[in-house]
């Protein structure tokens, strides 16, 4: 089985081709071949192997690469989700933080007003405590409240 190569000349060799529909023909001229056909034959059909690995290589590495381009994908949103989550809680913890120095300054401010009425208040009961004095000092007879209130709560205690 001489065929005509793509330059138009002759192969030397015969190459034997194992895709006959009868396989025992096939054997018996594997048999009946020249040394140099079946090394011929072994090397086509060891060609024909080796580009199958290379196809099932090929293939196994493009799934792959399509599943490693997906899973960086997933990676990449997963990490733009955590990347919002988390500006999203320093916005909230810088918002906290103003709001708390906006509650301390109220804080201040309202010590600050009950610092200055209860210095008032100090200053209203000296007033007081001098006025009685000089009510004593004009022979004036006082009650303090102070004893008022005790009496007070010592008759709501007996009752």
């Known amino acids: 089985m001489l065929s005509e190569r793509e330059d138009g000349r002759r192969p030397k060799f015969q190459i034997f081709k194992p895709t006959s529909a009868n396989w025992k023909q096939t054997l018996r001229r594997y048999r009946n071949a020249t040394p140099s056909q079946k090394i011929l034959t072994d090397i086509t059909q060891a060609n024909k192997n080796h580009l199958q690995d290379l196809q099932t290589a090929h293939d196994e590495y493009t799934a792959t690469k399509t599943e490693q381009a997906a899973r960086l994908q997933r990676a990449e949103e997963k990490a733009q989700e955590a990347e919002e989550r988390s500006g999203t809680s320093a916005e909230k913890a810088s918002n906290a933080e103003i709001a708390l120095a906006e509650k301390e300054k109220e804080k201040a401010a309202v010590q600050g007003e009950l610092d200055d009425l209860l210095m008032v208040f100090g200053d209203l009961e000296d ?13 004036e007879s006082i009650s303090d409240d102070e004893d008022d209130d005790e009496e007070d709560e010592e008759e709501d205690e007996v009752d």
Do not use: D, F, I, S
């Open 127 to 139: 007033k007081v405590a001098r006025y009685k004095e000089r009510l004593k000092g004009l022979g």
